[in-house]
C-alpha cells in the first residue's frame, strides 16, 4: 500500500529552513583564523598561523573551541594551573568521603537523639495528664495508693523535667 501526499509545502517553511541551514553552515565559520602573512596577503585557516607569525597579524581567532590545533595557542588559565596526580585526586576523593560518612553519621546521631528526646517527652506528658486526671495511681515507695499531696508533688517533678528536656 502506498500513500500520495498531494500537499506542498508553504513558502515560509521552506524559507525557515533555507535559514537554519545557512546558520548551522556558518557555525564551523567562526571556527576560522584569519591572519597576514610575511608577503602581506590575508590567510584564512582552521589551523593557528606558524609561530613565525606575531600576534599583532592575528586578524581573528576563532570564537568557538572546535578546533582542535586551538589547544597550542596560548594557554588558558586552566592550562596554566599545574596538574594533579592521580594518586593527590585520589586522596582528595577519599577526604571528602570521610568527611560525608562522618558527617551523615553526627545527622543520624542527632536524629536518633532527637526520637529519644521527642519519646521521653511524650511520657513525661502522659505520667503527668494521668496524674492530673484523679485517677487512682498506686505509689511505688509506699505500696498503696498515692495521696493528694504525694500526687502534687509527683505532677510539680514532672513539670519541672518537661519543661527542662522538653521546651
Known amino acids: 500500500m502506498s500513500f500520495v501526499c ?4 508553504p513558502k515560509s517553511m521552506i524559507a525557515a529552513g533555507a535559514v537554519l541551514v545557512l546558520a548551522f553552515a556558518a557555525i564551523p565559520a567562526d ?37 582542535p590545533a586551538s589547544s597550542t ?3 588558558t588559565s586552566s592550562q596554566s594551573k599545574p596538574q594533579r596526580s592521580i594518586s593527590e585526586v585520589a586522596n582528595d576523593l577519599e577526604k571528602r568521603r570521610k568527611e560525608r560518612l562522618e558527617n551523615e553519621s553526627k545527622e543520624s546521631e542527632s536524629n536518633a537523639q532527637n526520637m529519644r528526646r521527642a519519646e521521653d517527652c511524650k511520657r513525661l506528658s502522659l505520667q503527668r495528664d494521668a ?6 495511681i498506686r505509689s511505688q515507695e509506699t505500696g498503696g495508693a498515692m495521696n493528694d499531696g504525694e500526687r502534687e508533688v509527683e505532677i510539680a517533678r514532672l513539670d519541672e523535667q518537661f519543661n527542662s528536656f522538653c521546651r
Open 131 to 136: 496524674l492530673a486526671s484523679g485517677v487512682r
Open 73 to 75: 595557542s596560548a594557554p
Open 6 to 9: 498531494n500537499t506542498r509545502l
Open 31 to 67: 571556527a576560522q583564523w584569519a591572519w597576514r602573512d610575511t608577503n602581506g596577503s590575508t590567510v584564512f585557516s582552521d589551523q593557528p598561523p606558524p609561530s613565525n607569525i606575531t600576534t599583532d597579524r592575528i586578524l581573528r581567532r576563532p570564537t568557538l573551541n572546535t578546533s
